[in-house]
């Protein structure tokens, strides 16, 4: 059984404002059912704000302040949340690690990884979402997405490598002029020196990681540390023998997939096609 670092332990900003709200609700004399009724929610809803599992919407600590009569105290505590802490609870961990790896390993087998994804690209993959995300959230989404990719920009620079699969390249997420200028992103991605980009063939028969995606990285403390992602669910994962059978994975996958040189050539002969 491996151990897992579980992103939603830690304190946050919004554990913070939803024992802020906790505080609001009770002075007001109202009930967390109470509360959900005057803004036609569910109860839940209030409860995971309270617990800070739910991060609260600018629109929605709008509406609190108002029926709570709190002079705006909870739309400047939003405002004023770290864009760190704006991801999804679930990630935060990962993405602070992100931030300083040193070595970044990363197979994708939906989308194209977030690293890499255009402006557009990444707001059709948020658009995606089920349930549908709000207009603001969307924004902050997207946002906090390309705000993650200045890791690729910062020096000393990590060395990375990604492995995606071909059909990723052949799904028109956004539609095709979308899909078009992503894929010339990545194209170009692929000549960074520091950067390794490889292509899964469809075709091929044997794979070594048909059970998901996964990220592997090192800290700059030479900590060996892996990232596995599913619905609605995630994990950071420290165990040495655990983090070892995903590195054994990958690098099985690198040489199943085309080569960086037949991966760059796969890529322009996608472009030349679109």
Not at 128 to 137: A, Q
Not at 166 to 178: A, D, F, H, M, T
């Amino acid at each position: 059984m491996y151990s897992a670092k579980k992103k939603n332990k830690r304190v946050t900003s919004w554990h913070v404002i939803g024992a802020q709200l906790a505080t609001f609700r009770k002075a007001a004399g109202l009930t967390q059912a109470a509360l959900a009724d005057r803004c036609c929610v569910g109860e839940d809803t209030i409860a995971s704000i309270e617990q800070g599992r739910r991060p609260l919407q600018a629109d929605f600590a709008a509406l609190l302040d108002e029926l709570l009569d709190t002079k705006g105290v909870l739309q400047v505590a939003v405002a004023k949340v770290p864009q760190k802490e704006r991801f999804p609870a679930f990630v935060q961990d990962f993405v602070e690690y992100e931030q300083e790896a040193v070595t970044l390993l990363w197979y994708e087998n939906q989308v194209i990884p977030g690293l890499l994804q255009t402006e557009e690209y990444a707001r059709a993959v948020f658009v995606s979402l089920y349930p549908p995300l709000k207009d603001d959230e969307l924004g902050e989404r997207v946002a906090a997405r390309l705000d993650r990719q200045k890791v690729l920009a910062r020096k000393p620079r990590p060395m990375a490598s990604f492995l995606i699969e071909e059909s990723i390249l052949r799904r028109p997420i956004g539609g095709r002029c979308v899909l078009h200028e992503q894929i010339k992103h990545l194209r170009r991605c692929a000549e960074l020196p520091f950067l390794g980009l490889q292509i899964m063939a469809t075709d091929r028969e044997t794979h070594a990681a048909l059970d998901g995606p996964m990220v592997l990285l090192e800290t700059p403390d030479h900590d060996q540390l892996a990232y596995v992602e599913g619905q609605r669910v995630s994990f950071l994962i420290d165990d040495l023998d655990e983090v070892s059978v995903l590195q054994q994975k990958y690098g099985m996958l690198r040489s199943q997939a085309l080569s960086p040189e037949e991966s760059m050539r796969l890529l322009d002969d996608l472009l030349g096609e679109s």
